[in-house]
């Protein structure tokens, strides 16, 4: 037995992330864990590398119990961690970010030969082309990845933790990573592998576990199980969900937006109609260009092309401000650096967005204003004390509902979600989603832009598939499954079969 | 966690008025010093709490003070202007020039309003538009200004002339009676502007977009307010407060001296408004505060006087308040 985690227990404020976890692994291991986004995995995996010190629980290494407490001391362990969002110096060289903190010296000074040699070497043994003197920043985002996982790579460890190490990657080059792991692991590596495709987890992985809502559901034998059952393992399901998915449109037909053939620098060629009481979600891996498409519908990022809102036409230079007055609101993805205001009070938070929009007298009415706030805590149930409270004692559930509440009274009736639930707890979520409906219902039209698949399937009327800045697909509310979705995202349909067969 | 519910469901008196008490330190620090100061004063001089004691230190705290109001929504957007002491130099300097040759207080007062409106907005323009951090634009400003009046001063002061004398200089000096007391004319100004200020900031948009756009750029961004706007605007209203204050510190004075004039008034200013409670990141502040910390910046000189400290250790003393202020400050904001 190299690594036991026992009994890890993990709170953020008053959200448990990890809840009573046990864990292990062999020598020479490739494991899976398993999770919808939120489930906890990453936590875990974060715990297990010393960048979160757990609340309770002990960690085993070999039979001994160590305390793990910075990413250095997991190192010296042999543990290392290749996470999901890449964390790489732009301006430096990528032989200088592969040896970031660990520099091979000679007489005091940096040995660059000796660590640009090595790092060739590993690029060689991954079979890639990346100049090890390149600048981080003129790389693709697959390129990118690619260092990150070679980084790893680069110095003796015993335990490789992957957080998504495929999202950006071709199929070749993810075949190559899997010829690399199993030959290190014939060395006695051993790797814990995160993703969502189920293909390459049955193919590269022994065992797996299951994580859902923060706790470990169920482990066992890839050989034992079929990808349907997994499935159910991971997606479970609380009371909340049963009968949930919403069946019918409340479409109208009238189409309130359309978007004729926009690019920007991350997504080209888009077009679409949004239709009054309508719900389309828009989804894709990181790097699709989803982001920068939600950005630009909202006028926050530049884009060629116009969009057309209730007969008004907007170029890119058309204000967020101008969007706004013509009832479009954005409930922006990355809430604590881009949605709320971190200083200012729960009702100021709310009643920025009718300020920017409807205030038209000298002074503001502070009257006005906390029936502004009691109006959209009791509409949203927002479980707050104070109108003056600062808006981040809220939970993070509850000041995503803070920023709804603020374009409601903004009176917008076009709504751009971006990434509505990330960091949210499954009770709030589902909460989230109902409200989402309900303003369709109530005859407000709205894009989701999200790459959590139950979340799609729940509200969406239809469903655009993004992949590599294109539209790859558009499916209609029946054609909606998770296997579909992933086969367009990962762009199977135009480079290989493999994924493709699973579809 | 069964344990920390029934600790929140039921807390004990001494944790309730513990936290009265961080209440008043968190949210109105500025009063807890100022009471202090206000009792080693009348500690050090029983007669502090006269009249004539009080209006004088509102006269001595009016032009520095002015200017902390617009330094004040400056910091609370996030930002800083140290060119403020130099454009007292070069507004005064030139408006008294504007003075001798209209002999009209009221267009010396329009000349000195609208030339800190330029300069405001060349300093918000360099900062929203040429994103120069706005430590180095009103860096490069203050050296600017500063360099010219010295230029056209040549050494000499700028000093009224004969005849606007006696009338300008009641700007300063003369006093509004009612009955018994006589009121300075800044102190009512400096309260009036206080007054108007503290309404901008905390009654109306401009105010909120402030604090918003101090608070968090990209979310205010998000939210639909035009943040290069707002930054312009800051600067714009401490160009023009800068102006008026020039018109006021012209009549105290009398004779501006280009080198000295106005020298070292952005520290008194930001130190005003750090001492009043407002985070030097942005986002947080009120005007009252500064209000406060202006007065308190002078009572403190006042105390240092009285108690015999020499003058050129007084510099020591009001800097080691300031770090000490936001000091206090750092370990409340660590707390949230």
């Known amino acids: 037995m190299l690594v036991e985690m026992k009994n890890i227990v993990m709170e953020f404020g008053p959200m448990r992330a990890v809840d009573h976890v046990d864990f292990a692994i062999n020598t020479g291991e490739i494991v899976g864990l ?38 250095k001391q997991a190192m010296r362990h042999g543990i290392r961690f290749i996470h999901q969002e890449l964390n790489l110096c732009k301006d430096l060289k990528v032989f200088e970010n592969m040896f970031l903190g660990e520099e091979s010296k000679k007489y005091g000074l940096l040995n660059k030969k000796t660590m640009r040699e090595k790092s060739q070497e ?9 100049d090890p003197d390149a600048l981080v920043k003129d790389l693709q985002a697959s390129e990118k990845q690619l260092v990150e996982i070679a980084r790893a790579l680069l110095f003796k460890s015993d335990l490789i933790i992957m957080d998504e190490p495929s999202t950006a990657l071709s199929n070749k080059e993810i075949e190559n990573l899997f010829l690399i792991m199993r030959q290190l692991k014939q060395e006695g590596v051993s790797f814990i592998y995160i993703s969502h495709k189920m293909p390459e987890l049955f193919e590269i992985c022994d065992r797996y576990y299951v994580m859902r809502d923060g706790k470990m559901v169920a482990d066992g034998n890839f050989s034992e199980i079929d990808e349907q059952q997994i499935t159910k393992l991971m997606i479970g399901r609380h009371l909340e969900d049963q009968g949930f998915t919403h069946k019918e449109t409340y479409s109208t037909g009238e189409v309130v937006m359309s978007v004729h053939n926009i690019s920007g ?37 530049g884009y060629t092309g116009v969009i057309i809102v209730k007969k008004e036409a907007f170029d890119q230079k058309a204000s967020i401000l101008k969007r706004m007055k013509k009832g479009v ?102 909460e989230i989603y109902h409200l989402i409906i309900d303003l369709a219902k109530a005859g407000k039209s709205i894009l989701v832009f999200s790459s959590e698949y139950p979340e799609i399937i729940k509200v969406a009327d239809s469903c655009m598939v993004m992949y590599k800045g294109e539209m790859a697909a558009r499916l209609d509310r029946k054609e909606i499954t998770e296997e579909k979705i992933m086969y367009y995202s990962t762009g199977a349909n135009r480079e290989g079969k493999k994924n493709g067969e699973t579809a | 966690m069964v344990k920390q519910h029934s600790e929140v469901k039921a807390p004990s008196i001494h944790l309730r008025v513990k936290s009265a008490i961080g209440k008043v330190f968190n949210e109105h620090s500025y009063w807890v010093s100022f009471v202090i100061i206000l009792i080693i004063a009348f500690a050090v001089d029983r007669s502090f709490f006269s009249w004539g004691n009080i209006s004088t ?51 010396m007062l329009l000349f000195a309003l609208a030339f800190g409106a330029i300069i405001g907005t060349i300093n918000g323009l360099l900062v929203a538009f040429g994103r120069l951090p706005a430590m180095i634009a009103t860096l490069a400003m203050q ?3 500063r360099s010219i009046i010295n230029h056209l001063g040549q050494g000499g002061p700028f000093t009224v002339s004969k005849e606007n004398f ?38 109306t948009t401009l105010g909120k977009y402030i604090y918003a756009v101090g608070s968090n750029e990209t979310s205010a961004r998000l939210a639909g307010i035009n943040v290069k706007l707002i930054k312009i605007t800051v600067f714009l209203i401490t160009g023009v407060l800068c102006g008026f204050s020039s018109w006021l510190y012209s009549s105290r004075v009398m004779a501006v001296a280009a080198a000295s004039a106005g020298s070292a008034y952005e520290m008194d200013a930001i130190a005003a408004v750090a001492i009043g409670g407002t985070s030097m990141s942005g986002g947080r502040g009120k005007i009252i505060g500064t209000f406060l910390g202006a007065l308190m910046f002078k009572i403190i000189n006042v105390i240092l006087t009285m108690a015999d400290v020499p003058t050129f250790l007084n510099g020591a003393i009001s800097g080691s308040i300031i770090i000490v202020a936001v000091l206090l400050q750092n370990i409340r904001n660590q707390d949230r």
């Not at chain 1, 997504?267 to 260009?289: M, P, Y």
């Open chain 1, 34 to 71: 398993l999770g919808e986004n939120g489930a906890g995995k990453s936590t875990l995996m974060n715990i297990l590398a010393g960048s979160f010190l757990p609340v309770r629980g002990e960690i085993f290494i070999n039979g001994e119990k160590v305390h793990i407490t910075n990413a």
């Open chain 1, 122 to 130: 590993v690029f060689l043994r991954m079979k890639v082309d990346i």
């Open chain 1, 265 to 301: 620098k991350t997504f080209r060629n888009i077009s679409f109609d949004l239709h009054q009481g309508e719900i389309i979600a828009v989804t894709g891996l990181q790097g699709s260009g989803r982001d920068g498409l939600a950005d630009a519908i909202f006028g926050a990022e």
């Open chain 1, 329 to 430: 609101a954005m409930v922006p993805r990355s809430r604590k650096e881009r949605g709320i205001l971190n200083d200012l009070s729960i009702c100021d938070n709310i009643s920025i967005g009718y300020f920017n929009t409807q205030h038209k007298s000298m002074l503001i009415h502070h009257s006005r204003e906390k029936e502004r706030y009691l109006r959209q805590k009791q509409n949203l149930s927002i479980k707050s004390e104070s109108p003056k409270a600062p808006v981040t004692s809220l939970s993070g559930g509850n000041q995503q509902k803070v920023i709804l509440g603020r374009w409601l009274e903004s009176g917008a009736d076009i709504f751009v979600f971006d990434n509505p639930t990330q960091g949210i707890d499954v009770g709030t979520k589902f």
């Open chain 2, 57 to 107: 230190i509102f006269v001595q705290a009016s032009v520095t003070g002015i200017i902390a109001l617009g330094m004040s929504m400056v910091i609370s957007a996030g930002e800083i202007d140290i060119s403020v002491g130099a454009q007292v130099a070069i507004i005064s300097g030139l408006s008294i020039e504007v003075l001798n040759k209209t002999n009209n207080i009221f267009t």
């Open chain 2, 143 to 145: 050296t600017i200004c």
């Open chain 2, 166 to 203: 006696d009338t300008f200089r009641m700007i300063a000096a003369g006093t509004l009676s009612l009955g018994s007391i006589r009121i300075p004319y800044p102190m009512i100004m400096f309260i009036v502007l206080s007054l108007l200020f503290g309404l901008i900031m905390s009654s």
